[in-house]
């Protein structure tokens, strides 16, 4: 006879398995996951995806230091920056790792937005998230600098005066940027803007931070008519404007860019963005009459599940000899 003891075990054991497996499905059916999953959900185009960091074999020129605060998804900025110490990090992959994985994912997207790009003008792209901590600072700069090597004439913008970035990202401190301009009572109509251009070590890839001067409240900064203004006037100078803007479910700032934009970009996290938060963000852009261009898949693990092993030992192996 099997001892009630173990019986009760047995079934407590299985109970446990039990609402686990019903917790983590239904974890799964509330956010992204997976490739292809925002075409179907949210009905736009799917322009790339990212995979995880961690997946990404480790350089020569990486130090081991950076990979492994990489691979525990530790703090970005304290790995070194382009301006800095030269260390690889996850935002100049496409410039410093180029035969990364993330490097070649990063060119997989710009190759989607491409497509995107008006004929007759300088199409102007708002990069935004669902919420905080979801990667549009890292993917706004990756893409700049891939349209950069490419040979076009790139403005990024740093359009998220709340918790800006770039300015630190590229070494550029107490640069007059964004806000400088849209508080100035000066018209901007054959304005001299080259003082808040402020150049890169990357060729043709040129920042404007988010300023000097304070502003309490930068949704109210940006119904100013100055930003079509702006808009305007940077259209003449460059192939390609990105401006990162803060999340769109927590402030209004990338809605109301996106009134002089040619489309947004949705940046979703896997296993971070809800489905629910990107459906949200998708209805108030539509209800803008702004145009969602797409999304990309962002931190995805190619290694969990047979398709994503496939796709990740198949980069690995080709070209191999």
């Given at each position: 006879?099997?001892?009630?003891?173990?019986?009760?075990?047995?079934?407590?054991?299985?109970?446990?398995?039990?609402?686990?497996?019903?917790?983590?499905?239904?974890?799964?059916?509330?956010?992204?996951?997976?490739?292809?999953?925002?075409r179907?959900?949210?009905?736009?185009?799917?322009?790339?995806?990212?995979?995880?960091?961690?997946?990404?074999?480790?350089?020569?020129?990486?130090?081991?230091?950076?990979?492994?605060?990489?691979?525990?998804?530790?703090?970005?900025?304290?790995?070194?920056?382009?301006?800095?110490?030269?260390?690889?990090?996850?935002?100049?992959?496409?410039?410093?790792?180029?035969?990364?994985i993330?490097?070649?994912?990063?060119?997989?997207?710009?190759?989607?937005?491409?497509?995107?790009?008006?004929?007759?003008?300088?199409?102007?792209?708002?990069?935004?998230?669902?919420?905080?901590?979801?990667?549009?600072?890292?993917?706004?700069?990756?893409?700049?600098?891939?349209?950069?090597?490419?040979?076009?004439?790139?403005?990024?913008?740093?359009?998220?005066?709340?918790?800006?970035?770039?300015?630190?990202?590229?070494?550029?401190?107490?640069?007059?940027?964004?806000?400088?301009?849209?508080?100035?009572?000066?018209?901007?109509?054959?304005?001299?803007?080259?003082?808040?251009?402020?150049?890169?070590?990357?060729?043709?890839?040129?920042?404007?931070?988010?300023?000097l001067?304070?502003?309490?409240?930068?949704?109210?900064?940006?119904?100013?008519?100055?930003?079509?203004?702006?808009?305007?006037?940077?259209?003449?100078?460059?192939?390609?404007?990105?401006?990162?803007?803060?999340?769109?479910?927590?402030?209004?700032?990338?809605?109301?860019?996106?009134?002089?934009?040619?489309?947004?970009?949705?940046?979703?996290?896997?296993?971070?963005t809800?489905?629910?938060?990107?459906?949200?963000?998708?209805?108030?852009?539509?209800?803008?009459?702004?145009?969602?261009?797409?999304?990309?898949l962002?931190?995805?693990?190619?290694a969990?599940?047979?398709?994503?092993?496939?796709?990740?030992?198949?980069?690995?192996?080709?070209?191999?000899?």
């Amino acid at each position: 006879d099997i001892p009630l003891g173990a019986l009760y075990t047995g079934g407590l054991g299985y109970g446990l398995f039990w609402f686990r497996e019903v917790a983590r499905r239904k974890r799964l059916t509330q956010i992204f996951e997976s490739p292809g999953h925002t075409r179907t959900i949210l009905g736009v185009p799917e322009l790339g995806v990212i995979p995880s960091a961690a997946v990404d074999r480790p350089k020569k020129t990486m130090t081991q230091r950076s990979f492994r605060a990489l691979k525990r998804g530790g703090d970005i900025q304290s790995l070194g920056t382009l301006a800095g110490n030269g260390q690889p990090t996850l935002e100049f992959a496409t410039w410093q790792d180029k035969s990364s994985i993330l490097a070649e994912s990063f060119r997989q997207t710009l190759t989607s937005i491409l497509r995107t790009k008006p004929k007759d003008r300088c199409p102007v792209y708002v990069i935004t998230s669902v919420g905080p901590g979801e990667g549009k600072t890292t993917l706004s700069t990756n893409l700049a600098i891939a349209m950069a090597t490419i040979g076009q004439r790139v403005l990024l913008i740093d359009a998220d005066l709340r918790r800006a970035r770039l300015h630190s990202v590229f070494g550029l401190n107490n640069c007059p940027g964004l806000s400088d301009l849209l508080t100035s009572t000066d018209s901007l109509e054959g304005a001299d803007l080259d003082a808040y251009l402020s150049p890169t070590k990357v060729d043709n890839l040129r920042v404007m931070t988010h300023g000097l001067a304070e502003v309490a409240t930068p949704a109210t900064l940006f119904f100013s008519p100055r930003v079509k203004e702006l808009v305007t006037t940077l259209r003449k100078q460059f192939d390609f404007i990105l401006l990162d803007t803060a999340p769109v479910m927590l402030f209004p700032d990338a809605r109301l860019w996106g009134r002089h934009s040619d489309g947004v970009v949705l940046v979703v996290r896997a296993g971070v963005t809800t489905r629910e938060g990107a459906m949200s963000a998708c209805q108030r852009f539509a209800e803008d009459g702004v145009a969602v261009l797409g999304t990309i898949l962002n931190d995805w693990s190619p290694a969990e599940g047979p398709a994503g092993q496939y796709y990740y030992h198949s980069y690995g192996a080709y070209g191999q000899k």
